[in-house]
């Protein structure tokens, strides 16, 4: 739902930022996307709220957005969950900018976790929350060595991890945060996203940018941009299936989150993109009604 | 590469503000300098979609629109640019850029965040900073101004190129008139060095196009693929 616009509050900066901050961020970004994958240091600032709530993703959207933007903002899916509406009323406040729940609407898109599920489209700009930037991370602490490791293309660590899963558990264990190659170039994580997701990335037709408030890090990915998600010959990638469908709008193909409804073990189904399931949802009234007359 | 140091260090006499030169900047900067801003970013995102940028009333002698655009979007006292010999020889434009910017001006090319420049006065990208295999964003961006850009190969003293990579879907055309033979035989084989290279903007007029590093360079050929380059406006 469009909500009108909101008048900027007094005493800020447009979006908050004040516009030399903005300015170096704005760099970092036009670095970030001439450099698809790889990671640009930027100097992290203080936001009003604290490092894992989205910070990186904050500062990217305050220094990207403009009157004429539209924002929606979503949380493992979600438009009404506490981090999405704080994000949401922190633009609508600070730089008076229209807001939406419809990701069809919105020019910007600031994300935790999820991909929306309806495709996007050029002109429209994804913005990632992104915990941990680094991908080898886990597998060597140190930056100067994870650095060494992206500048020399040397990512044999990241298969062995994975040959490790398959050899402990019979198949790829991992299912969020899934390592991508970016261009054929650089290895990338996506951020914590389930592994359902990762097809979307590639080839997308809107600009995705990715900001680490916590480790002061931005990433991009230009649209129509190759992102493939590691694997091996013999243990193709694959994404989670459901044998259940979302029990509010019968979806057999969305990404559904398990919803434990009493004490005694019930649980049901939804689709975690709440937009993607009231779009679904109205048209199956509105196809119920037609039905009717 | 001597010369035009030593022409830039000569020029360096010049760095102070003549207050009698001072054009205005942004009549709103806060929401001009954010548009300039996103236009650049589509430019980047699709390499070889033009791009007419915010104007301003006036711009300094020396800096077309779309330069001077992205220079009041971009450069403050966190970078550092480097000018031509010929920009540097304008005392109204390092007079605006010093006075509305604050932007330091560098007399190394490779010391040099941007670098801002005239076609014909630049016959190779050995003076730039290339970044490092471990810190390529550490390079130098280049703003050229030429003389003409167009998305279809019309022009007659032009470069035709074939562009593809990220950002592309297909492929797309792109002309940038008054370039050097040199400059662009080494743009083309700079390709070979990415991660590290030189990301560039074209400017004329108000027109801005951007070339980033990581887009491949073909010089034009007859092709039956289909391009996207008429849709490029669409967003």
Same mark, same amino acid.
């Given at each position: 739902m469009s909500t009108p616009q909101m008048t900027q509050v007094e005493g800020y900066n447009f979006a908050y930022l004040d516009e030399q901050t903005k300015r170096m961020i704005r760099r970092a970004i036009l670095k970030a996307v001439a450099i698809p994958g790889y990671q640009v240091p930027f100097g992290g600032r203080e936001m009003p709220l604290p490092h894992g709530w989205g910070t990186g993703g904050m500062q990217v959207t305050a220094s990207v957005i403009g009157t004429d933007d539209r924002l929606k903002v979503i949380d493992q899916g979600a438009d009404d969950t506490t981090n999405a509406v704080s994000i949401r009323r922190f633009f609508a406040k600070t730089a008076g900018v229209e807001t939406t729940e419809k990701t069809a609407d919105a020019t910007l898109i600031q994300t935790r976790h999820r991909v929306p599920e309806r495709p996007l489209q050029n002109g429209q700009i994804l913005i990632y929350q992104v915990p941990v930037p680094e991908p080898l991370r886990f597998i060597e602490a140190r930056d100067s060595e994870t650095r060494k490791m992206h500048a020399l293309r040397e990512y044999g660590a990241m298969q062995v991890k994975l040959y490790e899963d398959v050899a402990r558990f019979g198949h790829i264990a991992t299912s969020y945060d899934y390592p991508v190659m970016v261009n054929g170039r650089y290895m990338m994580t996506p951020? =914590?996203?389930?592994?359902?997701?990762?097809?979307?990335?590639?080839?997308? =037709?809107a600009l995705q940018l990715f900001g680490a408030g916590f480790e002061k890090r931005i990433y991009a990915v230009p649209p129509y941009t190759e992102v493939q998600s590691l694997d091996f010959d013999d243990y193709p990638f694959e994404v989670q299936q459901w044998e259940e469908s979302c029990a509010i709008c019968g979806s057999d193909h969305s990404f559904l989150d398990e919803v434990i409804t009493d004490d005694a073990g019930s649980r049901m189904f939804v689709c975690s993109d709440t937009d993607y399931c009231r779009e679904r949802a109205q048209s199956n009234r509105e196809q119920a009604q037609e039905n009717e007359q | 590469m001597t010369s035009l140091q030593t022409l830039s260090s000569q020029a360096s006499s010049l760095k102070t503000v003549d207050a009698s030169l001072l054009i205005a900047g942004f009549e709103n900067p806060v929401a001009q300098c954010q548009q300039a801003f996103r236009q650049l970013l589509s430019a980047t995102s699709e390499p070889g979609t033009l791009q007419t940028m915010v104007a301003t009333d006036a711009q300094p002698a020396g800096l077309n629109t779309a330069s001077w655009s992205l220079a009041l979007s971009l450069f403050d006292a966190d970078c550092t640019v480097w000018l031509s010999p010929v920009l540097a020889a304008q005392p109204a434009l390092v007079s605006n850029l010093l006075f509305h910017c604050q932007t330091r001006l560098v007399e190394h090319a490779d010391e040099a965040d941007f670098a801002l420049c005239n076609a014909d006065e630049l016959?190779?990208?050995?003076?730039f900073s290339f970044g490092s295999a471990e810190y390529p964003a550490t390079s130098t961006s280049l703003i050229l101004q030429v003389p003409a850009l167009s998305?279809?190969?019309?022009?007659?003293?032009g470069s035709g190129w074939t562009l593809t990579g990220p950002g592309i879907k297909f492929s797309r055309h792109l002309c940038v008139a008054g370039l050097q033979d040199s400059l662009q035989q080494e743009l083309i084989h700079s390709r070979n060095r990415f991660p590290c290279g030189i990301d560039c903007f074209f400017t004329c007029d108000h027109t801005l196009v951007a070339l980033p590093r990581s887009t491949q360079l073909s010089i034009d050929q007859p092709i039956d693929q289909p391009t996207d380059q008429h849709s490029a406006q669409e967003s």
């Open positions: 951020s =914590p996203i389930p592994k359902f997701d990762n097809p979307k990335l590639n080839g997308m =037709p | 016959d190779t990208l050995q003076p998305d279809e190969c019309s022009l007659s003293a």
